[in-house]
């Protein structure tokens, strides 16, 4: 994998160098068991198959590995990435589609890290996802003159061969999921529609509002839905479930996207502000069965992009307030 160097278990009170007063004073207030994964900044943080964590540095697009477990970082990927965003892993986690930053429109590219080989996507393409088993994409294409401006979605292989066109549309700003094998979906800024592989397409959810976020379970057959309702101002977060439609609201204040399913898919675990404009945050697991709740820790750094260890004993995040990686043992 690599050379790499030895990382420590700390409590947040001792990574002060840095930070102002008001940063210390609230670092220093963090309960006991949050661990510092690496010094570096991370972005598109995903679990490891290997029983780690698999990170690139938001600097350099380095990627790099931490294992928890034996407190140790290495080096997947030494390569200088320029103008990197981001990154979405496909499900072996060997295979990614990154987002590249061009004064002319961002590009994605595709990139399989066994055959160390890469395939730059059309500039036209702006939301792609992997299939549940890694072997398909689904893009989503806005539309020229030519075409009439029909924005479109196609399947293909990740390399962007083998395309089948499945939907047009004159929907705008769609980001794409896939959660089943069968269904692909999609939001908008305030819905979320399925779609099958032959086209078939149905509206899933509505939101009052344009601040949509969705969270898929890893099976795809349960998903989270949040928005700023604006009656009030109070962010809902709905559940849901795929198959049969079944939908509640959980609870009040907290995100989809600053939660984390559980490998059951009954539980999830999110990130709430302990306090109106804290940055601290408690870690709350919450059951989708009956909406129980309870405190797991709190994060006097902030947390973001919430994700399961594979083992589930640790939750892993980001925090907003240096951009590194922390985990929370939340099991024995």
Same mark, same amino acid.
């Given at each position: 994998?690599?050379?790499?160097?030895?990382?420590?278990?700390?409590?947040?009170?001792?990574?002060?160098?840095?930070?102002?007063?008001?940063?210390?004073?609230?670092?220093?207030?963090?309960?006991?068991?949050? +661990?510092?994964?690496?010094?570096? =900044?991370?972005?598109?943080?995903?679990?490891?198959?290997?029983?780690?964590?698999?990170?690139?540095? =938001?600097?350099?697009?380095?990627?790099?590995?931490?294992?928890?477990?034996?407190?140790?970082?290495?080096?997947?990927?030494?390569?200088?990435?320029?103008?990197?965003?981001?990154?979405?892993?496909?499900?072996?986690?060997?295979?990614?589609?990154?987002?590249?930053?061009?004064?002319?429109?961002?590009?994605?590219?595709?990139?399989?890290?066994?055959?160390?080989?890469?395939?730059?996507?059309?500039?036209?393409?702006?939301?792609?996802?992997?299939?549940?088993?890694?072997?398909?994409?689904?893009?989503?294409?806005?539309?020229?003159?030519?075409?009439?401006?029909?924005?479109?979605?196609?399947?293909?292989?990740?390399?962007?061969?083998?395309?089948?066109?499945?939907?047009?549309?004159?929907?705008?700003?769609?980001?794409?999921?896939?959660?089943?094998?069968?269904?692909?979906?999609?939001?908008? =800024? /305030?819905?979320?529609?399925?779609?099958?592989?032959?086209?078939?397409?149905?509206?899933?959810?509505?939101?009052?509002?344009?601040?949509?976020?969705?969270?898929?379970?890893?099976?795809?057959?349960?998903?989270?839905?949040?928005?700023?309702?604006?009656?009030?101002? +109070?962010?809902?977060?709905?559940?849901? *479930?795929?198959?049969?439609?079944?939908?509640?609201?959980?609870?009040?204040?907290?995100?989809?996207?600053?939660?984390?399913?559980?490998?059951?898919?009954?539980? +999830?675990?999110?990130?709430?502000?302990?306090?109106?404009? /804290?940055?601290?945050?408690?870690? @709350?697991? +919450?059951?989708?069965?009956?909406?129980?709740?309870?405190?797991?820790?709190?994060?006097?750094?902030?947390? =973001?992009?919430?994700?399961?260890?594979?083992?589930?004993?640790?939750?892993?995040?980001? /925090?907003?307030?240096?951009? @590194?990686?922390?985990?929370?043992?939340?099991? *024995?």
């Amino acid at each position: 994998m690599g050379e790499g160097g030895d990382f420590e278990e700390r409590q947040t009170g001792t990574i002060l160098d840095g930070f102002t007063d008001n940063d210390k004073s609230r670092i220093k207030s963090a309960e006991s068991g949050l +661990i510092l994964l690496s010094q570096r =900044k991370a972005i598109s943080a995903t679990d490891s198959p290997e029983k780690g964590v698999l990170f690139y540095e =938001k600097e350099t697009g380095k990627v790099f590995q931490v294992d928890i477990a034996n407190k140790t970082e290495s080096v997947v990927s030494s390569k200088v990435l320029e103008n990197f965003l981001s990154t979405v892993w496909a499900p072996n986690k060997r295979d990614v589609i990154s987002l590249f930053y061009s004064p002319n429109g961002n590009r994605l590219s595709y990139y399989d890290y066994d055959a160390k080989k890469a395939w730059a996507y059309d500039q036209s393409i702006k939301s792609a996802v992997f299939s549940p088993d890694g072997n398909s994409v689904a893009y989503f294409k806005t539309g020229s003159e030519e075409d009439g401006g029909l924005n479109k979605i196609f399947i293909a292989q990740p390399n962007g061969s083998y395309t089948k066109k499945i939907l047009d549309t004159r929907l705008t700003d769609i980001e794409m999921f896939w959660p089943l094998d069968s269904q692909l979906s999609f939001k908008t =800024k /305030s819905s979320v529609f399925m779609l099958s592989k032959d086209g078939a397409l149905s509206k899933f959810f509505d939101a009052y509002s344009e601040t949509l976020n969705v969270m898929w379970s890893q099976s795809g057959k349960k998903v989270l839905l949040s928005y700023i309702n604006p009656n009030n101002g +109070i962010t809902e977060l709905w559940f849901k *479930n795929t198959d049969f439609g079944g939908e509640g609201l959980l609870t009040t204040g907290i995100s989809a996207s600053d939660c984390a399913w559980s490998i059951d898919e009954v539980n +999830i675990f999110c990130a709430a502000n302990k306090f109106p404009g /804290s940055l601290e945050t408690e870690i @709350r697991l +919450i059951s989708t069965d009956n909406g129980s709740v309870k405190t797991m820790g709190v994060s006097a750094v902030g947390s =973001k992009n919430l994700f399961l260890s594979s083992l589930e004993d640790f939750l892993v995040f980001t /925090s907003p307030l240096d951009e @590194r990686l922390y985990a929370l043992k939340i099991s *024995n």
